[in-house]
C-alpha cells in the first residue's frame, strides 16, 4: 500500500510542529511595575553650603526646634550630632532645642523666631493655617517607617472592649496640638459619642510616655499615644511597668510623620539646600548611621509635600464640625 | 442486470464476510482521505486547543506563584526596612528565616534573602542548603538598582523550575531589595500531566471521530460513488440498461439521477441506432432478392436472346450461323475421333410450295425438321443451313455411323405422312443426303461443307431419295 502525504496533511504536521517549538519558549524572565515608589533622592554632588543670598537678612546661625514629644534633656543630647553633622555641611553654625511646648514651638515658627522646626503633623496643619508661605522641608522617617498610628490604650485587664465602653471614664491626652495624642483621639472619641468634658474626662499630659505611664499606673482610665512610643518605652525606658500591661482598645488612624519646616521668609534657594540637606541623611548610609543612631527611632527624612497632611485636614475639619467646647483651641481661630 | 450492478454494496452489507473484508482500506479511497484529513485536523485541533489551554492555565499558576512572592515581599517590605534602618541585620536575619520556615511548605519558598543597594546579600535563608548562589550575579545586579519587580523561571542542575522574584523595599526610601526563589516543580509537574492527558485525549477523540466520519462518509459520500462508477462501467461494457441507485436527496442523488437520465438516453439512442441498422439491412436483403430475380430473368432473356439468335424461327432449328460456329469449334477441337457431317434437302421441295402455298410449305419444312430432330442422337445438332436445305453436326462420329444415320433419316422421311393441315393431303416426300467426314474427307470446316455438298449433289443427280 502506498502512502503519500497530501499537501494538506503536510502543512497541518508543519503547523503542529511549529506550534511545539512555540510552546517550548516560554517566557522565562519578566518585569512587573512596581506599585510603591521611593521618595525622590535629592541630587548628589551639589554644595549646600548657605550663602547670604540664601538665608534672611541678618541671620548668621540657624536655630532648630524639636517639639517636645519625649523627654526635653534627653532629647536635646541625642540631636547634638545632627546639629554638627548640619552645620559642616549647612557651613553655618546650627543651635539644636528642644521647644517648651507644641503650641509654642508653633508659635515660635510663625513668628520667624525659630529658623527650622520639626513639628507634629497638627502642628504644621495649624501654622500653615496661620502663614501659608511657611516651608515644608522634609518628612521624618523613624524606625524606617513614614506614617505611625494613633492608638488609645487601656490596661490588660480593663472590662472595657470598645471606645463607647470609656463613658464616664478618665482619658489622659498629650497636648492639645498633638495629632495621635489628641486630634485623632478626640475625633475616634466623638464618633464612639464620648464628647470630652460631658461623656468622658480628659487630663493633659504634655507627652506620649507621660499618658502611658499614667494608664499603666492606673492614674487614668486610657490614654490616647501614638504607635512609636510603645516601642521606644520598651526598648529604651528601663524600669518601665510590664507593657503587658496595656492593651490597645482602638485604632485612631494612621499619620505621617513629623514634618521639618522653615520660616516663611526663608529665601527658596535657602530652603531647598535645607531640604536636601536633611533628605540626604538616612541610616542607609553610614553616615546617615552615625548622625542618627543615638536619637530615638530618627532614620532619616524625605521628600514631602503639602497634601501628605491633608488626612490630617479632613480629620482637623470633622473635629470642628462638630459641637465642640468653648475652650477647645483647635477652633479657636476660626470663631 | 441492475441487481448485478449494485453488488459491491450487496458484498459490503453481506454478513458472512468478515468485516475487514467489508471495509476496504485504501489511502486512495474519498473516505479514507477526507477521513484521514478530517482526523489530523481534529487531532491538531484539539492538540493545540488543549496545549493553549493547560498553557494558558500553567502561565496563570505561574503568574499566581509571582503574586503570592510579590504579596510575601511586601509584607517582608516593612519589618525589613525597619532592620535596616536601625541597622539590625540579626533581626532581618530572624524575619526571612521565619517566612522561609513556616512559608517553605506550604509556598514552596525556596529561599529569600535581602540585598543592598550594591547587590550584597544582608540576609538570607534557605529551606535547603544550597551550596553554590542560586542567582546569577547579573541577575542580582539588575534587580538590585531596578525599580521594578522582576521575575525569572529557570531550572536548577537537578532540573527543578524555580521562580525567582525581586522587589524593591521602599519605606519612605529605597532600603535594599527583597528576593524570593520560590519552587515551581509542583505547578510544571501538573503542567506536563495536563499535557500528556491533553494529547491523550486528542488521540482518543481523534479515532473515534474519524472512524465515525469515515462511516460516515462511507455510506454518504463512497458508496453512491462507488455504486455510480459500477454503473458506468457496466454501461462501458455494454449492459446500456443498468442504473444507478438513486433516492437520494443530496447532490450524490441528482448526479445519479442525471447519470441515468444521460444513460436512458444513450441507451435509446443506441437502441434507436440498431433498430434502423436492422431496417436497413432488411431492405438491403430485399433489393439483394430483387436483383436476383431480375438477374435471372435477365439471363432467361439472354438465354432467350441467345437461343433466338441461333435457332432458325421457322422450323425452330438451330439457323446457320449457329451451324456455322458449332462446326468451327468442333473442327478447332482437338479430335478424339472423327466428325461426320450431313448436308440435306427436301427434293422437289419447290413443287409442295407451288402446288400447296407458301405456308404450306412452311408447314412442310416444320415437320421435316421435327422428324429430322427425332431421328437425331443427343450430341446431334441439327441445323436450317438454307431453303429446303438442313445440315447436321455428328460429334465424335466416324462416317460409317454417319451414313447409318443418315439412313436412318432418309427412312423417317419417307415414311412420314405430311399433312401440314387439316384437310390437305400433301402425301410423301424424301430428302437426298451428303456425307463427308472430317479428317477422312476433308481437312477444314470449309472443305468439309463442300465435300458434303459434293456428295448431296451426287446424291440428287443419282435420283435422289438417297444417301451418298
Known amino acids: 500500500m502506498r502512502f503519500r502525504l497530501t499537501v494538506y496533511l503536510r502543512l497541518l504536521i508543519a503547523c503542529l510542529l511549529m506550534f511545539a517549538m512555540g510552546c517550548a519558549q516560554k517566557p522565562r524572565e519578566g518585569v512587573m511595575p512596581a506599585s510603591q515608589h521611593a521618595a525622590p533622592l535629592p541630587p548628589t554632588g551639589v554644595d549646600l553650603r548657605l550663602l547670604p543670598a540664601d538665608l534672611p537678612e541678618g541671620v548668621t546661625k540657624l536655630s532648630l526646634y524639636v517639639t517636645p514629644f519625649n523627654g ?73 517607617a513614614t506614617d505611625y498610628a494613633s492608638y488609645i490604650v487601656v490596661r490588660s485587664d480593663d472590662k472595657a472592649e470598645m471606645l463607647s465602653d470609656l463613658k464616664g471614664r478618665t ?55 501614638s504607635s512609636g512610643v510603645l516601642t521606644l518605652s520598651r526598648e529604651t525606658w528601663a524600669g518601665v511597668p510590664d507593657l503587658a500591661s496595656v492593651r490597645i482598645l482602638h485604632h485612631a488612624g494612621r499619620i505621617p510623620y513629623d514634618a521639618l519646616c522653615a520660616r516663611a521668609d526663608l529665601p527658596k534657594s535657602g530652603a531647598q539646600k535645607l531640604a536636601w540637606a536633611f533628605q540626604r541623611l538616612n541610616t542607609s548610609t553610614r553616615v546617615g548611621r552615625a548622625v542618627l543612631s543615638h536619637t530615638e527611632g530618627m532614620t532619616g527624612w524625605i521628600a514631602a509635600q503639602d497634601l501628605d497632611y491633608d488626612g490630617i485636614r479632613r480629620v482637623l475639619k470633622q473635629v470642628r464640625g462638630q459641637d465642640a467646647p468653648r475652650d477647645d483651641r483647635l477652633g479657636a481661630d476660626d470663631q | ?223 453512491p460513488v462507488r455504486e455510480l462508477g459500477h454503473a458506468a462501467q457496466a454501461i462501458e461494457r455494454g449492459l446500456w440498461s443498468t442504473r444507478a441507485p438513486e433516492g437520494r436527496p443530496d447532490e450524490l442523488g441528482k448526479l445519479a439521477q442525471a447519470f441515468n437520465q444521460m444513460a436512458s438516453e444513450v441507451q435509446s439512442y443506441t437502441e434507436s441506432l440498431e433498430r434502423k441498422v436492422a431496417d436497413r439491412s432488411a ?58 457431317l450431313l448436308m440435306m434437302d427436301v427434293d422437289h421441295f419447290k413443287r409442295v410450295n407451288d402446288r400447296f402455298g407458301h405456308p404450306a410449305g412452311d408447314a412442310v419444312l416444320r415437320e421435316i425438321a421435327a422428324v429430322l430432330g427425332k431421328g437425331l442422337r443427343g450430341s446431334d445438332i441439327l441445323a436450317r443451313y438454307g431453303g429446303e436445305e438442313f445440315a447436321a453436326v455428328l460429334p465424335d462420329t466416324p462416317r460409317e455411323t454417319g451414313v447409318e444415320v443418315a439412313e436412318r433419316l432418309r427412312s423417317l422421311i419417307a415414311a412420314h405422312d405430311f399433312a401440314p393441315a387439316v384437310g390437305q393431303e400433301i402425301g410423301q416426300l424424301t430428302m437426298s443426303f451428303g456425307v463427308a467426314c472430317l479428317p477422312q474427307d476433308a481437312a477444314n470446316g470449309d472443305a468439309l461443307i463442300s465435300r458434303s455438298d459434293a456428295a448431296l449433289y451426287q446424291a440428287k443427280n443419282a435420283g435422289r431419295n438417297r444417301v451418298v
Not at chain 2, 19 to 25: E, F, Q
Not at chain 2, 295 to 317: G, I, P, R, Y
Open chain 1, 72 to 144: 526635653r534633656e534627653e532629647l536635646a543630647k541625642q540631636l547634638q550630632p545632627l546639629a554638627a553633622h548640619l552645620a559642616q555641611v549647612l557651613g553655618l553654625p546650627i543651635d539644636v532645642s528642644v521647644a517648651a511646648s507644641y503650641s509654642s514651638l508653633v508659635d515660635d515658627l510663625v513668628a520667624k523666631r525659630v529658623d527650622i522646626a520639626l513639628i507634629s503633623p497638627l502642628s504644621y496643619v495649624l501654622a500653615r493655617e496661620k502663614d501659608n508661605s511657611i516651608h515644608l522641608l522634609a518628612r521624618t522617617l523613624t524606625m524606617g
Open chain 1, 171 to 225: 482619658i489622659a491626652l498629650v497636648d492639645e496640638l498633638s495629632t495621635a495624642g489628641y486630634l485623632f483621639p478626640l475625633a475616634a472619641l466623638r464618633q464612639a459619642g464620648l464628647t470630652p468634658g460631658r461623656e468622658i474626662q480628659t487630663k493633659f499630659l504634655g507627652s506620649h510616655i507621660n499618658a502611658l505611664h499614667a494608664v499603666m499606673a492606673g492614674k487614668v482610665d486610657a490614654a490616647a499615644i
Open chain 2, 1 to 223: 442486470m441492475r441487481r448485478a450492478m449494485i453488488g459491491w454494496g450487496q458484498m459490503i452489507n453481506s454478513p458472512d464476510l468478515p468485516i475487514l473484508a467489508r471495509i476496504r482500506l485504501s489511502f486512495h479511497s474519498i473516505g479514507m482521505r477526507l477521513a484521514l484529513s478530517v482526523g489530523a485536523t481534529l487531532f491538531v485541533a484539539v492538540v493545540v486547543a488543549g496545549t493553549l489551554v493547560v498553557q494558558g492555565m500553567a502561565e496563570v499558576y505561574r503568574q499566581e506563584a509571582r503574586n503570592r512572592a510579590v504579596a510575601l515581599l511586601s509584607t517582608l517590605a516593612a519589618p525589613c526596612a525597619l532592620a535596616v534602618s536601625i541597622n539590625a541585620l540579626d533581626r532581618l536575619d530572624g524575619y526571612l528565616a521565619e517566612v522561609v520556615q513556616i512559608g517553605g511548605s506550604y509556598a514552596a519558598i525556596e529561599q529569600v534573602k535581602m540585598l543592598d543597594p550594591a547587590g550584597h546579600t544582608l540576609a538570607r535563608a534557605e529551606r535547603h542548603e544550597h551550596k553554590v548562589e542560586l542567582l546569577d550575579e547579573p541577575f542580582i545586579r539588575k534587580v538590585a538598582l531596578s525599580h521594578n519587580v522582576h521575575w525569572r523561571q529557570w531550572n536548577l542542575p537537578d532540573k527543578r523550575p524555580m521562580l525567582a522574584v525581586s522587589m524593591p523595599t521602599i519605606s519612605g526610601i529605597r532600603w535594599g531589595t527583597l528576593v524570593a526563589v520560590i519552587d515551581l516543580t509542583d505547578v510544571e509537574a501538573s503542567t506536563d500531566i495536563a499535557e500528556n492527558i491533553t494529547i491523550v485525549a486528542a488521540l482518543i477523540l481523534t479515532i473515534v471521530l474519524a472512524t465515525v466520519a469515515y462511516q460516515l462518509l462511507l455510506r454518504i459520500v463512497v458508496r
Open chain 2, 283 to 340: 431492405e438491403v436483403q430485399a433489393k439483394n432478392v430483387q436483383l436476383e430475380k431480375v438477374n435471372s430473368q435477365l439471363q432467361q432473356a439472354v438465354d432467350e436472346l441467345a437461343f433466338l439468335s441461333t435457332t432458325d424461327a421457322l422450323t425452330n432449328v438451330r439457323n446457320r450461323r449457329h451451324f456455322t460456329r458449332v462446326l468451327d469449334e468442333q473442327v478447332a477441337r482437338p479430335q478424339t475421333g472423327s466428325l461426320t
